[in-house]
């Protein structure tokens, strides 16, 4: 079964939509799959989603309300076969952690899925309105299309 896992800062806002979005579109065509997201800061770990990112989700259908935040850890290099980070500095923390090339095959930058190899980052919404809530969410929903995509195509990797 494919893994993928995606990584903000606070698991509480960008990361646990982008899980949800992928879940609900794997969920929908029978695609076996786990998805996961994590964070790299600590202060939101065990709680729940922030309430923007559950409302905008919910409008949508997507109930991402049982996710917990958690940390980013070494062993999810073995666990999953790709890794998306948010933006520069997710991707950074992540590639300072990769001890072998596999590792740093794995990881790439959301966005990447729609704009290939621009490296471009998905906005922290945190300090924003539901406005930017829903921006986030658009942008993850596209990538979220095109990843699945190309898991259908290649679930193997790994
Ligand atoms: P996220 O947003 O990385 O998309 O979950 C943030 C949530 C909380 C904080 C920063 C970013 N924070 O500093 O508490």
Redesign the pocket.
């Known amino acids: 079964m494919v893994k993928v896992l995606f990584v ?10 982008a899980e949800g979005i992928l879940r609900n579109k794997l969920d929908k065509i029978n695609f076996p799959a786990e998805v996961d997201s994590c ?3 600590s ?2 770990v065990g709680d729940a ?2 309430m923007r ?1 559950l409302s905008v989700a919910k409008l949508r259908g997507i109930d991402i309300s049982s996710h917990q ?1 958690r940390l980013f850890t070494i062993g999810d290099f073995e666990e999953f076969d790709y890794i998306y980070a ?1 933006d520069t500095s ?1 991707y950074n923390n992540i590639m300072r952690l990769a001890k072998h090339e596999r590792d740093r095959s794995k990881v790439d930058y959301v966005l990447n899925a729609i704009f290939p190899g621009q490296n471009r980052g ?1 906005q ?4 924003h309105d539901i406005k930017a809530f829903e921006k ?1 969410f658009l942008q993850l929903d596209e990538a979220c299309d095109q990843i699945m995509h190309m898991l259908v195509m290649k679930p193997g990797k790994g």
């Open positions: 903000c800062t606070g698991n509480i806002c960008r990361s646990p939509l964070g790299f800061e202060f939101h989603p922030d990112a935040a948010m997710h998905v922290d919404p945190w300090y986030v």
